[in-house]
């Protein structure tokens, strides 16, 4: 009765997370005018761990001290790329130029793909995002919040948050950046045919989550759900004025120039 009971509350979780990301991406789409698409999905998988190919043989045939060996459960991306480095946090099938704000496009994908992480496609009218890893970027809202600096949303990952900012242009990114003694690799700018992971989805590294949720926060649900119908189009920093911060961040934090996980 107990296992009857448990699989239905999975089942009821796993259908409110599906309607989430239904619902998220239509209120991205539709009322906040950002064109989104679904990305590549994370696929189970169940490696054998602590044995030898021997031992392994002699699980797969009962005998021998091997055959206990556990089975270790992880998550791959559904991508072709057996290696992918960014599994579920990218654009797969169909591709980036795919990006729209039609509601009737959005509701046919996540109908047919209901655990489809949704991605931004950042540039042109979307917002611009520029990322870096978690702890930097810890550092550089508090040095923000410090300096009385108004932010918009921020996406954060286990190990990366992202500082969506207004559109930006290629040339006035480059003379910002022209201006400073270096620049750590491990930021990076999300701009024109660029792409950023929005809540509520799921990632190979974790759950993607607003650190900061979008304005007017009141009519927002909670930092692991999306968000609401009805909510008005979140309001953007211009990016000259985050980022001083999240480059001083970024080369103040131990190994903060050169971590790359998303």
């Not at 919040?145 to 006035?172: F, K, N, Q």
Request: charged share 20%; aromatic share 6%; glycine share 10%.
């Amino acid at each position: 009765m107990r296992e009857i009971l448990g699989r239905r509350r999975r089942l009821r979780f796993r259908r409110k997370e599906r309607t989430a990301r239904l619902d998220a991406a239509v209120t991205f789409a539709v009322e906040w005018n950002w064109p989104v698409l679904p990305g590549a999905s994370l696929r189970a998988t169940t490696t054998r761990t602590g044995a030898s190919p021997s031992a392994r043989t002699r699980t797969a045939t009962g005998a021998g001290p091997g055959a206990a060996t556990p089975a270790a459960t992880g998550a791959a991306c559904s991508c072709p790329d057996p290696d992918c480095v960014v599994p579920g946090a990218h654009p797969y099938d169909p591709g980036l130029l795919a990006a729209t704000t039609d509601e009737r496009m959005v509701r046919w994908w996540w109908t047919r793909r209901p655990d489809a992480p949704v991605v931004l496609a950042t540039g042109g009218r979307a917002p611009c995002a520029v990322s870096l890893p978690a702890v930097a970027g810890a550092r550089a809202l508090a040095a923000l919040d410090a300096a009385g600096v108004r932010l918009g949303p921020v996406v954060a990952t286990p190990t990366r948050w992202s500082i969506l900012v207004a559109p930006y242009g290629l040339e006035r990114l480059g003379e910002l950046l022209y201006a400073k003694d270096s620049v750590p690799s491990s930021l990076r700018f999300h701009g024109e045919g660029g792409y950023l992971l929005l809540p509520p989805s799921v990632a190979g590294t974790g759950q993607v989550r607003w650190e900061r949720a979008p304005s007017p926060s009141s009519q927002l649900r909670s930092s692991r759900g999306g968000p609401t119908a009805g909510s008005a189009r979140p309001w953007l920093p211009d990016v000259e004025a985050v980022v001083d911060a999240l480059v001083e961040a970024s080369t103040s934090t131990p190994g903060g120039g050169s971590r790359l996980k998303y």
